[in-house]
């Protein structure tokens, strides 16, 4: 799958986006549906989500949907 845009995941720590079983060399497209082209674009965006987000993922030129819970 071609990516035009998106952020490559470099490292996870123990945190919900490990919880939610993200790794590095996955390539966060969208946040909640919203296309994602930089870190402090994705930031912005999770800040103001709220507590739950839903990440669409390429993994292995496979798309998924990851949702996770930033309680």
Known sequence: AEVSAGLVIESVNDGPAARAGLKPGDIILAVNGEKVSSVDQLRALIDKKGKR??????????????PIDLG
Do not use: Y
């Open 53 to 66: 987000i839903a990440l669409q993922v390429l993994r292995e030129d496979q798309k998924r949907f990851v």
